[in-house]
């Protein structure tokens, strides 16, 4: 049976090699809360995949229903445990609703011939390991292209290099050939919602076979691992988790040599 890996899963061994042991080797890793960043950004996905399947189905959406459709699944869906480093709750709603506003009026009127939304794709890279990942969007372009769009959140754009080197979208091309054949073109569409951003990059077919190599590599070297050091990220959820757990295991010591006093 082919061993099934994803990009998040390769970026967690290369972020955080104890992380990555405990929720897939140790099988321990906690529900941790999410930061209001990861909020955001799942919500931000939802209504765009919502808008997509819509306009698919043959009806058009009109910019106000796309916000409310935001607006009534972050009240429905946040809750008190989310973590917030910085700022406050209404700040990051409003940052959502700027996303959508700017996304709509800026690709309207969505005539791009959307084939695929929220696809899964399943690979093999060679007998024994594979690719599993969730493409956002595929769009068939005039030009007889594949288009895959991804739709970045976090505040930090990438430059046009760090896009010519990204993974994770080239393995999706890499996934698209199996679905629809070895000869198409690919282009590979990046939407940096806080910057109201569209980039584009593209991979050759001797790039791809880099890629497939230095994936099996990059495998091979977390299956060989023996030690599993912390990234040692301030704000990372699992150190977050973590430290949380120290302190409530100080506290619980405190009350226990307390009691044990009177």
């Given at each position: 049976?082919?061993?099934?890996?994803?990009?998040?899963?390769?970026?967690?061994?290369?972020?955080?090699?104890?992380a990555?042991?405990?929720?897939?080797?140790?099988?321990?890793?906690?529900?941790?809360?999410?930061?209001?960043?990861?909020?955001?950004?799942?919500?931000?996905?939802?209504?765009?995949?919502?808008?997509y399947?819509?306009?698919?189905?043959?009806?058009?959406?009109?910019?106000?229903?796309?916000?409310?459709?935001?607006?009534n699944?972050?009240?429905?869906?946040?809750?008190?445990?989310?973590?917030?480093?910085?700022?406050?709750?209404?700040?990051?709603?409003?940052?959502?609703?700027?996303?959508?506003?700017?996304?709509?009026?800026r690709?309207?009127?969505?005539?791009?011939?959307?084939?695929?939304?929220?696809?899964?794709?399943?690979?093999?890279?060679?007998?024994?390991?594979?690719?599993?990942?969730?493409?956002?969007?595929?769009?068939?372009?005039?030009?007889?292209?594949?288009?895959?769009?991804?739709?970045?959140?976090?505040?930090?754009?990438?430059?046009?290099?760090?896009?010519?080197?990204?993974?994770?979208?080239?393995?999706?091309?890499?996934?698209?050939?199996?679905?629809?054949?070895?000869?198409?073109?690919?282009?590979?569409?990046?939407?940096?919602?806080?910057?109201?951003?569209?980039?584009?990059?593209?991979?050759?077919?001797e790039?791809?076979?880099?890629?497939?190599?230095?994936?099996?590599?990059?495998?091979?070297?977390?299956?060989?691992?023996?030690?599993?050091?912390?990234?040692?990220?301030?704000?990372c959820?699992?150190?977050?988790?973590?430290?949380?757990?120290?302190?409530?295991?100080?506290?619980?010591?405190?009350?226990?040599?307390?009691?044990?006093?009177?």
């Open positions: 049976m082919v061993e099934l890996y994803s990009h998040s899963r390769l970026c967690l061994y290369e972020n955080c090699p104890e990555y042991k405990a929720k897939y080797i140790d099988r321990v890793f906690p529900d941790i809360p999410r930061s209001i960043q990861l909020f955001l950004g799942s919500l931000a996905h939802e209504s765009l995949e919502w808008l399947k819509e306009i698919k189905g043959g009806r058009s959406v009109e910019l106000d229903e796309l916000v409310k459709h935001f607006a699944n972050w009240h429905a869906q946040f809750s008190p445990d989310i973590r917030i480093n910085s700022g406050e709750v209404g700040d990051y709603f409003n940052k959502g609703v700027k996303f959508l506003v700017d996304y709509y009026q690709n309207k009127p969505f005539n791009e011939n959307t084939i695929e939304v929220e696809r899964k794709i399943i690979f093999s890279l060679d007998e024994d390991y594979g690719i599993m990942g969730y493409v956002d969007r595929i769009v068939l372009n005039k030009d007889g292209e594949y288009e895959v769009h991804d739709y970045k959140t976090n505040e930090m754009m990438k430059t046009q290099e760090e896009l010519d080197a990204d993974r994770q979208l080239a393995l999706y091309h890499l996934g698209l050939r199996e679905i629809f054949g070895k000869d198409i073109n690919v282009k590979l569409v990046w939407h940096f919602l806080a910057h109201n951003r569209r980039m584009e990059s593209a991979r050759t077919p790039e791809l076979g880099k890629l497939r190599a230095e994936t099996l590599d990059l495998i091979e070297k977390i299956r060989n691992t023996t030690e599993w050091p912390a990234c040692g990220k301030q704000w959820d699992w150190c977050a988790w973590k430290k949380s757990q120290e302190l409530d295991k100080k506290v619980f010591t405190r009350k226990g040599n307390l009691s044990s006093w009177s």
